[in-house]
């Protein structure tokens, strides 16, 4: 199927949408986009963009949506890699893995969808590949896909163990009925058990009632957890005083969905 391309124009405001992204404004990138598609309605590269919009504002359904029809588009290699990312939010792993692959197939220097192989063959437990698609990933481009970082078990366990002894008193006496457990990985029932899923890339999650929802006369071990994910972790930070940073900032997180705050009550709290 062919179709007129983009005009030069058309095309500068695609750069600028991808630039507002860059710079985390999704609304005004869809400001952007909706008045182009407005001139060339369901044109395969704008299609491409409403997707990477989509995916930014976090409604992968949306993406999948709007990549219906954009298979022509200019760049192939972007179309299966976005598809991917879309299947991936969704926690359709399987699927990602396969569209990820025919990225790679097109594009074989492509990073981004090295690392985003690595991380869906981390989530259908092949450690082999994951190790091999996050070092293919480094080596294109060392800055933005850096190898996840390398902290044992133990390691880990003990920058947790600080991150709640420096939580406020009156939040420790909350967490004595309240299990704080160390995984791997979120699996993937845990993720859809929200529609939409949460993404697989999540730092922490609790998992239970707030203390606001539960009744008076509630026995104190109502069922519960904070869950805290490794992997997530080491990928997500460069350095080790960076990890301890972003543990702690984990956990005060979700001991604020324990406690049924909003941002204005975390600072009361000592969590800000």
């Not at 800055?143 to 002894?165: N, Y």
Request: with cysteine; proline share 6%.
């Amino acid at each position: 199927m062919s179709y007129d391309t983009l005009t030069e124009s058309q095309w500068a405001e695609v750069e600028r949408i991808y630039d507002l992204l860059d710079e985390e404004e999704p609304e005004d990138a869809r400001r952007v986009l909706d008045a182009l598609l407005a001139s060339r309605p369901g044109h395969p590269d704008l299609r491409m963009v409403d997707a990477a919009v989509s995916l930014e504002e976090g409604d992968a359904r949306r993406a999948l949506a709007a990549l219906q029809g954009a298979e022509t588009s200019a760049d192939p290699a972007a179309f299966f890699h976005l598809r991917a990312v879309s299947e991936y939010e969704l926690c359709r792993f399987e699927q990602a893995r396969d569209d990820a692959c025919r990225a790679i197939d097109i594009l074989p220097d492509y990073p981004e969808a090295h690392d985003l192989l690595s991380r869906v063959f981390a989530h259908l437990g092949d450690r082999e590949r994951t190790d091999e698609h996050a070092e293919a990933a480094e080596a294109l481009d060392p800055e933005a896909f850096p190898h996840p970082l390398e902290v044992g078990d133990v390691e880990f366990d003990a920058l947790v163990e600080a991150s709640i002894t420096e939580l406020p008193e009156r939040v420790r006496r909350e967490l004595e009925h309240l299990p704080v457990i160390v995984d791997a990985l979120p699996t993937r029932e845990i993720l859809t058990l929200e529609d939409p899923p949460l993404s697989p890339d999540i730092l922490g999650l609790f998992v239970g009632r707030h203390l606001l929802d539960r009744a008076h006369d509630e026995a104190p071990m109502a069922p519960g957890s904070i869950h805290l994910f490794r992997d997530n972790l080491r990928r997500a930070c460069h350095d080790k005083d960076e990890l301890a940073r972003e543990v702690r900032i984990t956990v005060q997180h979700e001991v604020g969905h324990l406690l049924g705050l909003d941002e204005d009550d975390l600072e009361d709290w000592g969590l800000a």
